[in-house]
């Protein structure tokens, strides 16, 4: 398996809005509805959304045999580095990327002197639930979502700790 963790290039824009758009529906539909994943694509994966995250060096990309299959994007807030969007497409999920991805992340938070990285699943979302607290990462608090829609969960890591076994 050839599988390339790199950052992602203006080139690379509308293979990264495309992983998004393989991804939700069968992520969300079963958890939020079709409405959910009509606004998400809508309103997050679009190449005008999506651009200047690029641009800004934010979102990492999985390339296996040339093709973008996954993405990472990180951002701030208030003051902790956010794990804002990781997504492989459904037909190479479980095949370690999202590993290779998220370890590349957490490499880099280190490497440029970030201790804590969040991020944040739906409730329900039990695939995420269990790859998050397999690298360590423990909850720290709930968001509503509001309409019907599944509590965020929100789950931090502190990156400076050996990671758990
Ligand atoms: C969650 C996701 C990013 C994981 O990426 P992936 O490439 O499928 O996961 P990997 O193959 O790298 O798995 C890494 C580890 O997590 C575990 N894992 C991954 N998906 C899992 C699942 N659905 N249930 C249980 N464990 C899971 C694997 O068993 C593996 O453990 P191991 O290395 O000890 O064997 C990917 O499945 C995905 O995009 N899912 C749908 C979208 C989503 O929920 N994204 C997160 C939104 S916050």
Request: aromatic share 10%; hydrophobic share 40%.
């Amino acid at each position: 398996m050839g599988v390339v963790i790199r950052p992602a290039t203006a080139y690379d824009v509308d293979a990264v809005v495309d992983v998004g758009r393989r991804t939700w529906p069968q992520t969300y539909t079963p958890l939020a509805g079709e409405d959910y994943v009509r606004m998400g694509l809508d309103k997050w994966w679009t190449v005008a959304a999506t651009r200047p995250l690029v641009l800004a060096g934010k979102a990492t990309v999985a390339e296996l045999d040339g093709e973008v299959v996954g993405v990472a994007v990180v951002g701030p807030l208030t003051g902790d580095l956010v794990l804002f969007r990781l997504y492989v497409v459904p037909e190479h999920q479980g095949m370690g990327i999202g590993r290779l991805l998220l370890e590349d992340v957490m490499t880099t938070a280190r490497e440029t002197g970030h201790r804590i990285l969040r991020l944040s699943y739906l409730d329900g979302n039990a695939g995420a639930e269990r790859f998050y607290q397999g690298f360590g990462f423990v909850e720290s608090h709930r968001e509503p979502t509001g309409d019907g829609i599944p509590d965020s969960i929100w789950v931090v890591r502190d990156l400076w700790e050996q990671e758990q076994s």
